[in-house]
């Protein structure tokens, strides 16, 4: 079974064009700053089996492709995650982008991940450092890097790397709650928290 924190159907932040999210549930890292630590600590999540995650994604109208994030997707079980990309990549025409802690060349030295790579058309990688986080579009940080492993975005990988600003959406869930998509400025999260707290909301983290 494949762990997932939360899909979202619809986004336009998180990759290029329109795209659905699956935020894959847990982490070992323990990297310090992680958007997502409460996350991976949390006991409320789902279960899909690759045929119904598959289902799931395919039936959803209009988008682009999927970005997978977490969490940590490289440490889902490698079987069924190699399973579920091979098939929205032989089922659909769907891209795909995933971002991982895991540095690349840490991926490709391990058999069951490295293989992996082969599905994935645009990898971000590495730890997210605050010191290092000046803006980086599609990044929390600058050491992170983009890949492109395929050409299906070769028009637009030139330069990428310099490229700066944000976008985040906001999804209002109820009336005391709302979530975040993207990946917001440094100190945005904290200051975001505190005001909405004195006003009796919460904010959910969704990245």
Request: proline share 3%; with cysteine.
């Amino acid at each position: 079974m494949l762990i997932v924190d939360r899909i979202q159907e619809r986004t336009r932040v998180l990759g290029p064009g329109e795209r659905a999210v699956i935020w894959f549930h847990g982490c070992l890292r323990n990297c310090p700053g992680c958007i997502a630590s409460g996350m991976n600590k949390s006991l409320d999540f789902s279960e899909y089996s690759v045929d119904e995650l598959v289902h799931l994604v395919s039936s959803i109208d209009g988008i682009e492709g999927i970005t997978i994030s977490g969490g940590e997707p490289f440490q889902q079980d490698s079987g069924e995650m190699f399973e579920f990309l091979s098939q929205i990549k032989q089922t659909t025409k769907l891209s795909v982008m995933a971002y991982t802690g895991y540095l690349l060349n840490e991926l490709q030295k391990d058999v069951e991940k490295a293989r992996l790579l082969d599905l994935i058309d645009i990898l971000v990688d590495g730890p997210y450092i605050e010191a290092l986080d000046k803006g980086q579009l599609w990044r929390g940080s600058e050491n992170q890097n983009i890949y492109f492993l395929t050409d299906r975005y070769s028009e637009i990988a030139d330069g990428f790397a310099q490229k700066k600003g944000r976008p985040i959406e906001c999804q209002i869930i109820d009336q005391n709650q709302f979530a975040l998509t993207g990946v917001p400025p440094r100190g945005f999260r904290e200051s975001l928290e505190k005001h909405y707290a004195e006003k009796g909301m919460t904010v959910r983290w969704s990245n």
